[in-house]
């Protein structure tokens, strides 16, 4: 067994070694023929013959190119054969989706095993071509001919979007994105070198980052955005700030030819490689070189980077500080000390317990770092060491939780069955702990590792459902055998899976042409809801729409009337719609705010008079014109009119009609408006307006009772303060309203005196209190005197301000004190 | 590179308001549910994050400097079409560059707004998401959904939408504090809201077998009692004589904000717990005419002394705290030596607070006061009050007439007739058709529409029997109480002076039976545990005249016994009340007032899909029509 620290190398005052994880299962690939493209987390790879390199005819290989697939492991997974133009660029999305931009703006989206969705960039690419793109995790930036740049920021709903024009009218020396996730502005930047300088592009401009040092030939991200490695014209390795603020450091490679790749190894070193030379560039100057035989690629990961060759694939990082403590040689640190004293005492050597004795205090930290740098480790023998280390230290402890120590073995199991060179996944624990071990299952999923991913699942106690739902659909979509076969298979498997939803499967019978497989499948779905969207593409509209009944949520309900109201005939429609009462109250809602030609139609044919009455009479509150008016609701009338219920309904209609021809008179007599009035309303303006005649005209018209007229006139004529024509009114008759109103109304409007004509003429008992509102005290005394009303006297004696008043009130009290 | 992003808002809830430190107090946790929703929150906006402006969601164009917008709102499609209409104008006027439009749904996105925006051809703009806020905790026990148009949409409209969005919400206090041990509820839509949790626990399971597996009954809730408004609708027609019912009333609180003159607000400039950051009235100055809102919550402690009590005795409580504050800032002359004035600087902080909101409820207290002392007001009150005990005279339709007469607002006069015709199982023929015409003639024949409405909902209809139902659950559920002392009450009816709310008396049928069976006659007795009780056994027959389904539903996990749930010691029992289609802030007074009478054994939760008042209840039935001339 080789020293740990065999493979290392110092670079300023840290460690980076490189550790062969694979050698490859490919036989003889010229990675220098091909246009790679690797995704990231230890994803797989895509190659395309470059078709820009020439390569030298061979007898076994089609004329037509190919997309291989390949794990990282070298392991073929899938040959896409390709058929379609030239690909300007490949690469990969989160889900590990491949991505193919083609130069017509065409851009394929591949799963693992081929199947593809496309979509397009648009015109702008379609015309002028694109000539290169670059991806991030969720999206990608497309340069046209006409060096515009076109981001699409999600590929479930891809929408092309223009960033400003960056008004170059040469190719740029090179560029790159930042993420979205790494801007300030939370949206996509692009770098674009330009002569010497760098432009900044976004949504909404393109800013000049006014630089000297370029022209940069290569440029990249640090993998958490923060810095910028660029090489520039004369060979320089310059790294700076993504804002371009600060000036990391500058590295002079004497190479007049740019890199052919340049990226990150985690987030302190950069990687270059020119033709079989891999140069590796600390932040201090300090380099190391290695070289190779055959053409390479790189890819960078979060925290480092592998390096993918003919025959292997090597992982270059910086070594972790755990692991460093641990193992560097002459280490002192307690984790090393207690590595140390699980060796001594496999060598039954007393300094076991020595070592043990003099890292006491810190030992519960040397079994955590001890396990962690079992995480870091790739070699089976090196985790067993480090975690036997960790136990070994643990047993000394009094108290240890050991959870962290359980939970590692148990990602380390994990992470060794993925990195097992038939899967191909190299995934680091920092990379595993970024990733989530959803993530991790998803993409064993779409790989078809259905058997791992259950045992991971159920290892990790997850949920098994996405596996055994998207086997069964692979599995649906694969077989041959008849439609009875299949629906058995599945439901074997998954019968003792309770709560498995079963609606996707029988859509996935369903799109594959096995309607009857589907109905069986759907059968076995537990929720009404989720059967819905089936049933609907399977044309059982009414069942569809019983069943979005049944679940409750109205919003179901809805899609499945709107979708029956695009694809039926009405008539259809409504024989569906109307024996089920919550489906008719939705689709009339829906229609008052947004379709009242169909709510016509639907009261129509419904038999529903009063709704459609009702409905007619609101439109004709929406003509502006009087006419119109009238028509619109003599149609309501009409429809009232056929119901004997609705008498008093008719008849008010009648009313109003006349009301409105009424109004319409007044219009022209006295220019003023007065259509949409009621009828209480026009007699009180016409009174207002002096024209009280016209006023009792309309109340005889509409047979006004008496005491409303009363109350209107009385209003408006104080309101128009007319308190002569209050006096005539309170004189022409017995008033049917009494006069407690007119002081009332009086005395609203502050007029004392006015209302003090009337008091007289209310009942006796009330007066006393309408004297003390108009502040009358004498009157309102000798008014309680009147009725021997103790109460009222006693508190208008505490209201009077006057003295003499209050005398003679209190003269009042005494007498009637005691007559009692 | 600063790329501006601005959010427009709809009014129909500020989910973000910063008031919440009042909440946290009682024995369930309601904590826990307002991080779930300011998380999210933050989710949604850091998509996009630094937002510079806050509009509210109108009609009209927009105009703004933001390339970003964000919309977050209900799904409505009155929405949908002012969203809609912003984007036409931007892209009509193509000065203006490009906008991106991202549209956060509350709580999620539906099928019909996505139709609405497709028909407006503006779908594919728009990038769309979900904010999944359901119940905003206005105060520790009162969790409402703020759906503003609930009742109308329920039972005139017969839109099952809130049950739909209630079931969820409930399942989801269930997933946060455990399932509730028993369901009991009234009404045929409070059935159908049990019948829809029931269903959705069983589909649960086939979410999420694990969580459905370990869903423990909870250990405080015991009941969860469900309250359809059909049950007692006239409860809300009363005018509510509460303090913070009485703010209702006349100011109106929204989304516990109440909106005042800013004369009268600016008496508390910086009320404690802070004002909506979110409307921008902060800056609002103290000028004239202006208005301003002011939050209303238990964070601001003279408030939460006084929303409950009758107004009647508020006065005088606000005279005492003012007196005490008084001599409390006289203490200053007694503070001699340095640490004694120390000690006051710390005290002044607090008091400067209670200053200011004295100030402020002085000023409310003094406005509500010049309001009750009207005529008007007081006839009103006296009628209503003699129509619900049924004391039957003349009068009462008399002052209806003169109401309408006088052109009273159309509301007050459809508040008092329903209260009539709901009181009297209907108005007899010959009144009814006389004041049908009457209104007809005074406001306007589009409310043959309005009247066809409350028709519809029962609440103004013609009497055809004699048999007078209400005056039957009236006697047997005791629901007037004629000697009401304000000052010390003894029964829930204190909230409108001599009537006890009907929905809460149910609810207190529940809690406090077996005592004497008599509700109303006072407290007495400990309860016993709701989930192992009777339930409303003993209460069938006057449950069986109230409209609507009676039930009783127990919730068990899967071993199959009901296990009465565990109570940590000293932790009273929490009885979850919803209040579907709307409850009053008296409903809450009242039901506040019957945990004051359990002596600490039992809380209560006030769930509500939107608190209501006569006002906004009626209002919503109202026929509106365009005003022609002033569009002319």
Not at chain 1, 388 to 409: P, Q, R, T, W, Y
Not at chain 1, 737 to 751: D, N, S, T, W
Not at chain 2, 330 to 341: C, F
Request: proline content about 4%; aromatic content about 8%.
């Amino acid at each position: 067994m080789s020293p740990p620290t065999a493979d290392w190398i110092q670079l300023h005052d840290r460690f980076y070694r490189k550790q062969e994880i694979y050698t490859m299962l490919w036989k003889q690939v010229d990675l220098s023929k091909y246009m790679i493209a690797a995704a990231p987390f230890g994803g797989p790879l895509a190659l395309v013959r470059d078709d820009r390199k020439v390569l030298l005819l061979q007898k076994q290989q089609p004329i037509k190119p190919s997309i291989y697939l390949y794990t990282s492991s070298g392991k073929l997974m899938e040959t896409i054969s390709w058929d379609k133009g030239h690909i300007v660029g490949m690469g990969w999305t989160e889900t590990e989706q491949l991505l193919c931009v083609l130069e017509d703006g065409t851009v394929r989206m591949y799963n693992i095993l081929g199947e593809y969705t496309q979509f397009s960039l648009g015109k702008e690419a379609k015309d002028n071509r694109v000539i290169d793109v670059q991806f991030w995790g969720t999206g990608l930036v497309a340069l046209t001919g006409s060096f515009q740049l076109i981001a699409i920021t999600n590929f479930d709903e891809p929408r092309p979007l223009f960033l400003a024009d960056p008004n170059i009218n040469e190719p740029p020396h090179s560029w790159t994105v930042i993420p979205p996730k790494f801007t300030l502005s939370r949206h996509v930047e692009v770098l674009i070198a330009h002569n010497s300088t760098i432009l900044v592009v976004d949504a909404t401009e393109a800013r000049d980052e006014r630089l000297q040092q370029g022209p940069f030939s290569k440029m990249s991200i640090s993998p958490d955005g923060k810095y910028l490695a660029l090489f520039t014209s004369d060979g320089k390795l310059w790294v700076v700030s993504t804002d371009f603020q600060k000036n990391l450091s500058e590295f002079a490679t004497r190479s007049q030819v740019p890199p052919q790749q340049l990226v990150w190894c985690g987030t302190d070193s950069v990687v270059l490689y020119w033709d079989k030379i891999v140069l590796m560039v600390g932040p201090y100057g300090d380099w190391i070189k290695y070289t190779y035989d055959d053409a390479i690629f790189l890819v960078p990961e979060i925290d480092g980077v592998r390096v993918i060759s003919s025959d292997k694939c090597e992982f270059l990082q910086k070594v972790p500080d755990a692991t460093e403590n641990i193992f560097k040689i002459g280490s002192t640190a307690p984790a090393a000390m207690l590595y140390d004293a699980l060796d001594h005492f496999e060598k039954k050597s007393p300094k076991a317990d020595e070592n043990i004795r003099s890292i006491r205090l810190e030992l519960s930290d040397a079994v955590e770092a001890c396990i962690e740098a079992a995480g870091h480790e790739i070699s089976h023998q090196y985790q067993r060491s480090l975690l036997k280390a960790a136990s070994f230290g643990k047993s000394f402890l009094e108290i240890h939780n050991a959870d962290s120590f359980v939970e590692m073995c148990k990602i380390l199991r994990v992470l060794n069955a993925v990195r097992y060179y038939e899967i191909g996944i190299p995934m680091t624990y920092t990379q595993y702990q970024r990733l989530s071990p959803e993530a991790l299952i998803d993409r064993l999923i779409s790989r078809h590792q259905y058997l791992l991913a259950i045992r991971i699942c159920e290892y990790l106690k997850m949920r098994t459902d996405r596996i055994l739902i998207h086997w069964a659909c692979s599995k649906i979509k694969k077989s041959n055998d008849d439609e009875d076969t299949i629906c058995r298979m599945v439901v074997e498997k998954l019968a003792n899976k309770p709560g498995l939803s079963y609606s996707e499967i029988a859509m996935t019978a369903h799109k594959a042409g096995q309607s009857k497989l589907a109905t069986m499948l759907l059968d076995y779905e537990p929720r009404a809801g989720d059967q819905v969207p089936l049933l609907m593409s399977m044309q059982e509209d009414e069942l569809a729409l019983v069943k979005a009944i049944e679940s409750g949520d109205t919003d179901l309900v809805y899609h499945v009337i709107l979708h029956l109201k695009r694809k039926l005939q009405l008539g259809d429609f409504f024989r569906i719609i109307n024996n089920k009462p919550l489906a008719c109250n939705l689709l009339e809602s829906y229609c008052k705010q947004q379709d009242p030609e169909l709510l016509k139609d639907f009261y129509y044919q419904d038999d529903r008079r009063v709704d459609s009455a009702n409905l007619t009479l609101m439109e004709s509150f929406r003509q502006k014109d009087s006419t119109e008016r009238i028509n619109k609701i003599k149609a309501a009338l009409r429809l009232y009119q056929d119901d004997k219920e609705h008498t008093f309904e008719a008849k008010a209609i009648e009313d109003s009609i006349k009301l409105l021809q009424a109004q319409v008179q007044l219009e022209k007599d006295y220019s003023q408006p007065f259509s949409g009035l009621s009828i209480s309303s026009t007699v009180y303006k016409l009174i207002t307006i002096n024209q009280s005649n016209r006023a009792s005209k309309i109340r005889g018209d509409f047979k006004m009772p008496d005491k409303r007229f009363w109350w209107i006139k009385l209003r408006a004529l104080v309101e128009i303060r007319d308190w002569d024509g209050v006096a005539t009114l309170a004189k022409s008759k017995k008033s049917p309203i009494g006069y407690e109103p007119f002081v009332e109304e009086c005395v609203k409007a502050m007029q004392f005196r006015e209302a003090a004509k009337y008091i007289l003429k209310c009942d006796a008992h009330l007066r006393a209190g309408l004297f003390l509102k108009i502040e009358a005290y004498q009157e309102a005394g000798e008014q309680a005197f009147l009725q021997k009303d103790l109460d009222t006297l006693r508190e208008i004696r505490d209201k009077c301000p006057n003295a003499v008043i209050q005398g003679q009130i209190d003269g009042y009290i005494s007498q009637l004190a005691s007559s009692r | 590179m600063s790329t501006s992003t601005a959010a427009a808002v709809a009014a129909a809830s500020s989910p973000a308001q910063p008031t919440g430190a009042h909440l946290g107090h009682t024995s369930l946790n309601i904590d826990s549910l307002r991080d779930l929703a300011r998380k999210e929150l933050v989710n949604v906006l850091d998509s996009d994050h630094g937002v510079e402006k806050i509009y509210h969601l109108q009609p009209g164009p927009l105009e703004t400097d933001c390339k970003n917008l964000i919309y977050i709102c209900r799904p409505q499609v009155n929405y949908m079409k002012y969203i809609a209409e912003h984007i036409h104008t931007h892209t009509k006027d193509s000065r203006s560059g490009s906008y991106t439009y991202s549209l956060f749904f509350v709580p999620r996105r539906t099928a019909l707004c996505e139709k609405v925006l497709e028909d407006e051809g503006v779908f594919g703009e728009i990038t769309k998401g979900e904010y999944h806020l359901d119940l905003i905790p206005l105060e520790d026990d009162v969790l409402s959904l703020e759906w503003d148009s609930t009742f109308k949409e329920l039972y005139l409209e017969q839109d099952t939408t809130s049950i739909y969005y209630a079931a969820k919400a409930l399942m989801r206090l269930q997933g946060i504090y455990g399932l509730f041990p028993r369901i009991l509820g009234k009404g045929d839509y409070s059935k159908a809201l049990c019948d829809m949790m029931l269903r959705m626990r069983r589909e649960m399971a086939v979410d999420d077998l694990d969580a459905s597996q370990t869903m423990q009954l909870s250990q405080n809730i015991d009941s969860l009692i469900i309250i359809d408004r059909s049950v007692d609708m006239v409860t809300p027609l009363c005018t509510q004589l509460t303090y913070e019912g009485l703010i209702d009333e006349i100011f109106h609180i929204k989304n516990s904000f109440v909106e005042v003159d800013a004369s009268l607000a600016s008496a508390a400039s910086a009320p404690p717990g802070g004002a909506g950051s979110g409307s921008g009235t902060q800056t609002a100055a103290a000028a004239p005419g202006k208005k301003k809102k002011v939050p209303l919550n238990g964070g601001d402690k003279l408030f939460d002394e006084l929303r409950d009590l009758n107004f009647a005795v508020v006065g005088g409580l606000l005279n005492k705290v003012a007196k005490r504050i008084n001599a409390d800032y006289e203490e200053r002359h007694n503070a001699k030596t340095v640490p004694q004035i120390r000690q006051f600087i710390v005290k002044m902080g607090g008091l400067a607070a209670e200053h200011q909101s004295l100030r402020l409820h002085t000023a409310l207290a003094e406005e509500i006061m010049n309001y009750t002392m009207t005529d008007d007001f007081n006839r009103i009150l006296e009628v209503q009050q003699n129509v619900v005990a049924g004391i039957a005279t003349n009068k009462e339709p008399e002052y209806i007439e003169e109401m309408i007469n006088k052109q009273a607002p159309l509301v007050q006069v459809l508040r008092l007739l329903c209260l009539y015709s709901l009181v009297n199982s209907g108005i007899k023929p010959k009144q009814f058709e006389f004041f049908k015409r009457e209104i007809l003639e005074t406001y306007g024949f589009e409310h043959i529409q309005t009247l066809e409405n409350l028709h519809r909902l029962g609440m103004l209809t013609k009497q055809m029997t004699t048999k007078n139902t209400y005056g039957l659950v009236r006697r047997s559920l005791s629901l007037i109480v004629d000697e009401v002392n304000e000052h010390a009450p003894n029964d829930i009816s204190y909230v409108y002076s001599g009537y006890a709310p009907l929905s809460v008396r149910l609810v207190q049928c529940v809690v406090q039976r077996g005592k004497d069976n008599k509700p109303g006659s006072g407290p007495s007795g400990k309860g016993s545990g709701i989930a192992g009780g009777n339930g409303w056994k003993g209460f069938e027959d006057v449950l069986r005249m109230l409209p609507g389904r009676t039930f009783d539903e127990t919730q068990r996990v899967d071993d199959g016994q009901p296990r009465p749930s565990k109570r940590m010691n000293g932790q009273p029992r929490v009885s979850l009340v919803f209040f579907l289609g709307g409850c009053t802030f008296t409903e809450i007074s009242a039901t506040r007032f019957l945990a004051s009478q359990e002596g600490g054994q039992r809380d209560f939760v006030i769930c509500t899909t939107q608190i209501l008042n006569g006002n906004t209840l009626v209002d919503s039935l109202v026929q509106k029509v365009p005003d022609l001339h002033a569009s002319a």
